[in-house]
């Protein structure tokens, strides 16, 4: 797995703000601590799930996947730069968006789509009368865990 250290390490670089070989101190690591873990909540709070768990030192690890440290270095290099009087240069903010982009559809799956039952299936020249009309989507209430509870029946009692 891969250790805190390293992800802030290569980005503190990207922006220039200490050589690679060079290590950060300790208020700058505690700066990029802080700036990981903001990252990465705003990212889970728009839909991102990487399954991140907030750190608290350089030598912590990194439990989001290892596909998404590229999107991760990069990102937190463009939210450091501010931060740092730095600018990041164009080529870390475009490798910064296009790996976003890329880690965005690994992870984020659509919902599928229900259709009401009001609405035509196909053009209606090959349907029969049971297959006019799409099904009516089963009626229930999504609780907090995105779980289906299912409407009780009335039984008149």
């Not at 799956?109 to 259709?115: G, I, L, V």
Request: charge should be negative; include cysteine; aromatic fraction near 6%.
């Amino acid at each position: 797995m891969t250790k805190v250290a390293e992800v802030v390490n290569k980005s503190a670089s990207l922006i220039m703000v200490r050589a690679a070989e060079q290590p950060l101190t300790g208020d700058e690591a505690e700066s990029f601590i802080e700036l990981l873990n903001d990252l990465m909540t705003e990212w889970e709070a728009i839909g991102v799930p990487l399954g991140y768990t907030l750190v608290q030192d350089l030598g912590d690890e990194m439990t989001s996947p290892d596909s998404a440290l590229r999107a991760i270095k990069y990102n937190l290099a463009v939210s450091a730069a501010p931060e740092f009087g730095k600018d990041a240069p164009r080529s870390v903010l475009a490798i910064a968006d296009s790996s976003f982009r890329n880690l965005e559809r690994q992870v984020v799956k659509p919902p599928s789509a229900e259709f009401p039952g009001t609405l035509p299936v196909g053009s209606g020249t090959a349907c029969t009368e049971s297959y006019k009309y799409f099904p009516e989507p089963e009626a229930g209430l999504l609780d907090e865990t995105e779980g289906s509870i299912l409407l009780e029946e009335n039984t008149g009692d």
